[in-house]
């Protein structure tokens, strides 16, 4: 769109909604915050709409985890409160709009597609300024469609006049504004359709490979490769080791939960050994020293201090670094307690510190067969070891 032509059109905004949990996607954390080639997922699209000469303003969507995740926003962008379905989430965001007229262009967008294309908006702004009400991007169905019942396949489908609808879509706010007003509790997948009960044209535009959606885990993959990212990363190991002293009369905390014992372990913190050799696993991996560099045991405010901390920090650290967690595997030596019994909860409280899935956590117990300190039962060891995707140096 040329200057002349975006000088004088109506004001822009985006609505972008990521109020989705990714349940499907097998993400513990919601899915926009997944890491995609170096920056959460939500990123892709905020940054791609903020670098857009014609875009003055932004709502993102969202719940509370989300909004404390992505911090400061681009200028001219506020939030506002997801709701619990589609069309609450846009009802919210058009409120933040109601300084707004009729004529400007509104653009609503699910952050679970990332690869927002500077020409796919200006396609959909192009058609609004020449008349048309609401505009979609599409693609063609390029493979055979049949109905389904069950396992077995049905007839062919006849997928000429078929479409695949991506978003960004785009609306006058007015239209948008009467068909949410209009919908009355009617539930719709996406606001085109409610467009189209006013009995509205919507005009398709050419859509865009790379707005491929996040909906299950193998899209990762997919968007990777449709984004250019898969380059851009590196698999990074670490191994940490750790070990405490048995004590009586002390609560004994291993992996991030109490155990009830006759004695617990001795240490400058709450001396959680499986934790500990956790956090310098990652650290390893980032080759960011370990946990006595980051929370030295001569510094008063550590004594006592719960070990989910310097496990959270480290993941931090990998966040910092634009990269992710893909596994963590922990072994835990002792010849009492039995660590069995608390292997569920052990790998619960281990992917909520980390804020990945229980899939990606191993937690594995054995015995020395009464050899050495910990057969004795002098003593707790533990061994862990990290991979990661980092970025490329």
Request: net charge negative.
């Amino acid at each position: 769109m040329s200057e002349s032509a975006l000088s004088s059109a109506p004001r822009v905004a985006v609505l972008l909604l990521a109020g989705g949990r990714g349940t499907r996607a097998g993400y513990e954390t919601p899915k926009q915050l997944a890491m995609l080639g170096g920056k959460p997922v939500l990123r892709w699209s905020l940054d791609a709409f903020a670098a857009h000469d014609a875009i003055s303003r932004g709502v993102l969507v969202a719940s509370d985890d989300v909004v404390a995740a992505v911090g400061e926003l681009p200028e001219g962008w506020s939030y506002a409160a997801a709701g619990a379905e589609r069309q609450q989430s846009v009802g919210n965001a058009l409120a933040c709009l109601s300084d707004w007229d009729d004529d400007a262009m509104i653009l609503v967008h699910d952050a679970a597609r990332p690869g927002v294309t500077a020409a796919v908006v200006d396609r959909l702004l192009a058609v609004l300024q020449n008349g048309a009400k609401a505009a979609i991007p599409t693609l063609p169905v390029p493979d055979t469609l049949v109905e389904q019942a069950g396992n077995e396949a049905g007839e062919v489908v006849d997928r000429a006049a078929l479409a695949r609808v991506q978003t960004p879509q785009a609306f006058h706010l007015g239209t948008l504004r009467r068909a949410h007003a209009a919908a009355a509790g009617a539930t719709a997948t996406d606001d085109a359709q409610l467009v189209r009960r006013l009995g509205l044209p919507v005009q398709a535009v050419a859509g865009d490979a790379r707005l491929h959606k996040l909906t299950y885990a193998e899209d990762m993959d997919i968007l990777s490769g449709l984004l250019g990212t898969k380059a851009m990363t590196r698999t990074a190991v670490g191994m940490g080791y750790d070990v405490h002293r048995l004590v009586a009369d002390k609560p004994l905390w291993i992996g991030g939960i109490e155990i009830a014992h006759s004695h617990g372990l001795e240490g400058h913190s709450d001396a959680d050994v499986a934790l500990h050799a956790l956090t310098d696993a990652i650290l390893g991996a980032l080759a960011d020293g370990d946990i006595g560099d980051h929370f030295p045991p001569s510094d008063p405010q550590w004594r006592g201090a719960a070990s989910h901390r310097f496990l959270a920090f480290a993941a931090d650290r990998v966040a910092a670094r634009g990269g992710r967690i893909e596994h963590v595997d922990l072994t835990i030596i002792a010849e009492a307690p039995k660590i069995g019994p608390h292997r569920p909860a052990i790998r619960e409280r281990i992917a909520e510190i980390l804020a990945i899935p229980v899939a990606k956590v191993s937690v594995k117990a054995t015995t020395t067969e009464r050899l050495g300190f910990t057969g004795r039962r002098e003593g707790i060891a533990a061994q862990a070891v990290a991979t990661l995707q980092l970025p490329e140096i």
